[in-house]
């Protein structure tokens, strides 16, 4: 079986190929490429959903603050108000998980970098927010803690996962995950596809329609600055999180309503490349432009140093 390939083109040659869903092929190739049994990578793969159930929960029901001042309990500012323009279970828990996860990342808890810590929040947030909306049936508004043990979930998490890190793989081969090299189009604009893409899974879409919806995603957050305020993540990091979710939520309801990115999700890819070299150096990652030298970015900073 072929395991490498750079283009979703080829990806889905090789699964029309070898007959093989995407999530089956994705744990066969992490077995090959790290040369560790499939038994092993399975339970490695739920003792990372289970890390990033625990950052979620930790966010949501611990307000977080950094000692940066930087992260002021976001995730439960949102997660407790009665007032959103926006009265849908799913779209609140998507924001509210996105936001607590990064917050918890910004605070130095654990969590998973999926693609980085930066936009951790961002694929985890979106499948846990998708789960507890249509399969765990939490209640309205209940935000509840899911013990790490015996996974609260059944194999279609864990492919969303997988179908989700896939969708990485891809960018990452043709254009970067770094912020530092590619801007925040790379991080967070990466981890909106890879939750586009395995939201559309979750729904039962093809896999075409599902990389139609990454690209819809992508599409939408090339270009990205990355220019954290004071060098740390956490402005505009924390907060971008829950945008670029509602993004790829925007992208999946697009993708159900058979509306197609006209763009090709490699050529989204290529393009993210060529715009992530074009980018001033001073919005990749040093904090030497944008809303890092804004005054009030400024003044973060000089008080962090004094």
Not at 213 to 237: I, M, Q
Request: glycine share 8%; aromatic share 6%; charged share 20%.
């Amino acid at each position: 079986m072929q395991f490498r390939f750079h283009t979703f083109s080829e990806l889905e040659a090789i699964l029309q190929a070898e007959n093989i869903p995407a999530p089956a092929y994705g744990i066969k190739r992490e077995a090959f490429m790290s040369g560790v049994p499939e038994e092993e990578i399975l339970t490695e793969i739920d003792r990372r959903i289970a890390v990033t159930r625990n950052a979620l929960s930790k966010g949501i029901e611990n307000p977080q603050h950094s000692r940066s001042g930087l992260t002021k309990a976001a995730a439960v500012a949102f997660a407790s108000s009665a007032r959103h323009l926006i009265r849908d279970e799913l779209f609140t828990r998507s924001l509210a998980y996105a936001l607590a996860i990064n917050e918890v990342n910004a605070c130095g808890g654990k969590v998973v970098s999926f693609p980085t810590a930066g936009s951790s929040g961002i694929v985890p947030g979106l499948i846990w927010a998708w789960w507890d909306t249509r399969e765990n049936r939490a209640p309205t508004g209940a935000f509840s803690r899911v013990h790490p043990g015996s996974p609260p979930y059944d194999s279609r998490l864990r492919d969303a996962f997988v179908v989700a890190s896939l969708t990485g793989v891809i960018i990452a081969q043709g254009a970067t995950l770094a912020g530092s090299e590619g801007g925040c189009q790379a991080e967070c604009g990466a981890a909106g596809a890879m939750a586009a893409c395995a939201l559309a899974y979750l729904e039962q879409q093809p896999l075409r329609a599902c990389f139609s919806a990454a690209a819809l995603s992508l599409k939408n957050s090339l270009g990205l600055a990355c220019d954290p305020v004071a060098g740390l993540v956490e402005v505009p990091c924390v907060k971008r999180n829950a945008f670029v979710a509602a993004n790829a939520l925007t992208a999946v309801d697009l993708t159900l309503s058979s509306i197609e990115s006209i763009i090709p999700f490699d050529e989204v890819v290529w393009a993210m490349k060529q715009i992530g070299d074009s980018l001033p150096g001073s919005i990749k990652e040093n904090s030497t432009g944008g809303l890092a030298i804004t005054p009030t970015g400024l003044t973060f900073k000089r008080a962090l140093k004094g």
